[in-house]
């Protein structure tokens, strides 16, 4: 842990006591899910032991390797930029540990290529596209971005990707997806938080296409004129930095279109503390803290949290919404 201090929420706490109060009912629905994957029935990317074996050093490693051509971006905030061993090694990423410091340990073998993502749904392009192609399907740029955590702390970081709408309008969503889905990999053999039932797992996140499709909206490769480390989501992520990090899923497999509003993994653990919008709020109190402030990374004192997280021109999509029943 970087941050000691005694207000701080630790880890373990994002983790809901609802689900520990509904551990059985989650048991049963992880058992329906993990039925599903074995008989097939869930589009869940699972990579054979045999692959998992070759991960190492040897494979799949482009963490690291200077980008090219990065341009600037006029989205960009110029507030002092959170430094690259805090935010390398103070992660969220429940796949392989709940604590702060284990990812950056653990998911240094995670094999990133080859990777596939399958785009299906309400689409007229249904495919699935090798990570690099997407990559180079616009120029990379360099988004300054505030990135709020839903536990209360925040950093400012340097990501490299292009806005998600550059992927969604080349494969043609059809006129009935209202929303987009988005799926993390799913491979307890790497990951060994999926071994434990910490979370209904693979990890699930969702966007309203509006949303979506809003220049802000960042489809992520990298961080600091580098390709993302893994522990911060290589090879592909989103970023959304108007709302709480958890909407930000890493190591996307499986871009949906749909008609229904996703059930995103975290208001399936607890609904009542995790909503699907999940906007950046300083007004709306998560049930066990309140959002007013952040701790930046670093920094000692508290600052007051901003609505949206700053990013003002994203409210227009919230117009007539009840943002504290839509939290
Ligand atoms: N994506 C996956 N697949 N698994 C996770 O546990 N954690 C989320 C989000 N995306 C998470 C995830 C949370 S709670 C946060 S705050 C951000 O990732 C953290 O991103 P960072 O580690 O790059 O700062």
């Not at 109060?21 to 993990?34: D, E, V, Y």
């Not at 999926?194 to 802000?216: I, S, T």
Request: proline share 7%.
């Amino acid at each position: 842990m970087l941050i000691k201090n005694a207000d701080d929420i630790r880890s373990s706490e994002i983790t809901p006591k609802s689900l520990y109060l509904n551990r059985r009912k989650f048991l049963a629905g992880a058992a329906i899910a993990g039925t599903a994957a074995a008989t097939g029935l869930g589009l869940r990317q699972i990579v054979s032991p045999s692959v998992s074996v070759l991960a190492g050093n040897m494979a799949g490693n482009t963490a690291g390797n200077k980008i090219d051509g990065i341009q600037k971006s006029p989205f960009s905030t110029t507030e002092a930029i959170t430094p690259y061993k805090d935010v390398t090694n103070y992660n969220n990423y429940y796949e392989f540990s709940t604590d702060k410091d284990g990812p950056a340990k653990l998911a240094q073998n995670f094999r990133t290529r080859p990777w596939k993502v399958k785009i299906d749904g309400l689409v007229e392009k249904k495919q699935e596209l090798d990570v690099d192609a997407i990559i180079k399907m616009a120029p990379p740029e360099e988004r300054i971005y505030r990135h709020r955590c839903v536990e209360g702390w925040s950093i400012v970081v340097p990501w490299v990707g292009f806005s998600l709408s550059e992927l969604i309008k080349r494969v043609n969503p059809t006129s009935k997806a209202k929303f987009v889905e988005f799926t993390t990999i799913l491979d307890p053999n790497q990951m060994p938080g999926q071994r434990r039932q910490v979370l209904d797992w693979p990890y699930v996140e969702g966007l309203r296409m509006d949303e979506a499709m809003h220049p802000l909206a960042l489809l992520c490769f990298g961080m600091y004129g580098e390709e993302l480390p893994k522990q911060d989501g290589a090879p592909i992520r989103i970023v959304l930095p108007w709302k709480y990090g958890f909407k930000s899923a890493k190591a996307i497999v499986r871009v949906r279109f749909t008609d229904k509003q996703p059930l995103n993994t975290w208001n399936i653990a607890a609904p009542n503390e995790y909503g699907f919008y999940s906007n950046v709020n300083p007004n709306v109190d998560h049930p066990r803290w309140s959002q007013a402030k952040e701790r930046r990374l670093g920094e000692f004192f508290k600052r007051p949290t901003l609505m949206f997280n700053g990013y003002d021109q994203v409210a227009s999509l919230y117009t007539g919404m009840d943002l504290k029943k839509n939290f």
